[in-house]
C-alpha cells in the first residue's frame, strides 16, 4: 500500500455506501501471523479483532463465520445451530471464488457473491470491533452493531 493511499476494495465500497461509522486501521501484515499479528501492531485485544472464516455446509453450501480472533468454530456446535449434518473451512480457492477477497484479506462486506454471514454472539458486547476491510494488512473498526445492519447477519454460539 503506497504511503498516504488508501486501496478502494468492494469493502469499502460497500461500508461507504451503507453510511457505516468506521475508520481504518492499517498493520503490517505478515503471512501466518493471523488476528495475533493484527492486535499486536495495532495495540488491541485479540478478542476484538473478528475474523471472517469462509465455510460449506455437507451439500458445498458456502456462507461466512465472523469469530473472534482468539476463539475458534467448534463445527459440530456450529452445525447443529445451522440444523445441518456438518459444516468445514473451505479451501483457499473456494474462499477466493466465493468472496472475490484473498485469504488473509476477506471481509463480510462487499464479496463477489452474497452469502449468508453468522457471528458469534459476543461479538455484540464488544464495543468496537477490528474486521477485515478487503485487503491483506487493513482493517476496518466500527460498531459490531454494523454487522447486524448491514448483512442481515444471524447470531450463533460456536465458539471455543
Do not use: W
Not at 459444516?87 to 464479496?111: M, N
Amino acid at each position: 500500500m503506497a504511503k498516504g493511499k488508501t486501496p478502494a476494495t468492494p469493502a469499502l465500497r460497500a461500508l461507504k455506501a451503507a453510511k457505516a461509522d468506521f475508520s481504518l486501521r492499517p498493520y503490517a501484515y505478515e503471512d501466518h501471523g493471523g488476528t495475533a499479528r493484527a492486535a499486536g501492531e495495532l495495540g488491541v485485544e485479540e478478542h476484538a479483532v473478528v475474523k471472517t472464516l469462509v465455510m460449506q455446509d455437507e451439500g458445498g453450501h458456502p456462507f461466512l463465520v465472523l469469530m473472534h480472533g482468539d476463539k475458534e468454530v467448534s463445527t459440530k456446535a456450529l452445525a447443529r445451530e445451522l440444523g445441518v449434518k456438518a459444516v468445514s473451512p473451505c479451501g483457499p480457492a473456494d474462499a477466493e471464488r466465493y468472496t472475490g477477497y484473498q485469504v488473509g484479506g476477506i471481509s463480510p462486506f462487499g464479496t463477489k457473491r452474497q452469502l449468508p454471514v453468522y457471528y458469534e454472539k459476543s461479538i455484540m458486547d464488544l464495543q468496537r470491533i477490528y474486521i477485515n476491510a478487503g485487503r491483506r494488512g487493513l482493517l476496518a473498526e466500527l460498531d459490531p452493531q454494523e454487522l447486524r445492519r448491514m448483512l442481515a447477519a444471524k447470531e450463533v454460539c460456536a465458539a471455543r
